[in-house]
């Protein structure tokens, strides 16, 4: 595809599930970022990937979040025990260059409700 | 205090106006400053990427830079019902570290 997929586009939960959010990169990128878009806010930094490592997970915001990117391509981001105030759009985002910052895309976010 | 503010809005313009949207941030070292275009359950796109001070201007855009002040603009010109999204502003220093986004402010532009 062209351009950031996510999947799936919303997911509703019950409050102590878990969920796995999935985010398939623009083809070649190597620097992979994931956001969380609380409602009537900004997207906050979550993750960052440059390949298969996570090069900077300062904006998880506890230790029930998780993400994986194995192939250095497709990344999973996991939720353990969800929360109500989970609830929020995450967004992925994939750039060629960590520092081209005029070229990092995104893709159309997973809305997560947590019941 | 967020690194980056950003008035919510709403703001609602008629078709035609130029409209200010502002941000200000606090961290000094910010040397990279962008602002995004969000349409409803939409990811956020790029509409200006600009390095350290000054203007650039695209079509009917124009963001603008004041290190010294720490305060960071986008105008539109000649305002369409197309425009009507929530406009965001973020920066960072560089290097590896994330974006910062502002709250995002919402446009409305009536026909």
């Known amino acids: 595809g062209a351009g950031v997929s996510q999947t799936p586009s919303n997911k509703v939960t019950e409050k102590g599930k878990y969920v796995e959010l999935r985010c398939d990169p623009i083809?070649?990128?190597?620097?992979l970022y994931w956001y969380r878009q609380s409602l009537g806010q900004g997207p906050e930094f979550l993750i960052y990937?440059?390949?298969?490592?996570?090069?900077?997970d300062s904006g998880l915001p506890n230790d029930r979040f998780f993400a994986v990117r194995p192939e250095g391509s497709v990344s999973t981001l996991k939720i353990q025990r969800t929360e109500r105030g989970d609830s929020a759009v995450y967004l992925c985002?994939?750039?060629?260059?960590?520092?081209?910052?005029?070229?990092?895309?995104f893709g159309p976010g997973t809305r997560l409700t947590v019941l | 205090q967020k690194e980056v503010e950003q008035d919510p809005g709403p703001l609602s313009v008629p078709e035609g106006a130029i409209v200010s949207l502002n941000c200000t941030y606090s961290?000094?070292?910010?040397?990279?400053f962008m602002w995004y275009r969000q349409y409803s359950r939409k990811g956020p796109e790029l509409l200006m990427y600009?390095?350290?001070?000054g203007n650039k201007e695209d079509g009917r855009f124009t963001a603008q830079v004041d290190k010294s002040s720490k305060y960071i603009s986008l105008f539109i010109r000649d305002s369409q019902p197309s425009d009507s999204a929530t406009y965001l502003c973020?920066?960072?220093?560089?290097?590896?570290?994330?974006?910062?986004f502002g709250k995002g402010t919402r446009l409305s532009v009536i026909a």
């Open positions: 985002a994939s750039s060629s260059d960590p520092t081209a910052y005029n070229e990092q895309f």
């Open positions: 083809s070649g990128h190597t620097a």
């Open positions: 990937f440059q390949g298969t490592g996570a090069a900077d």
């Open positions: 961290n000094s070292a910010f040397q990279y």
């Open positions: 600009t390095y350290s001070s």
């Open positions: 973020a920066s960072t220093d560089g290097g590896n570290t994330p974006l910062v």
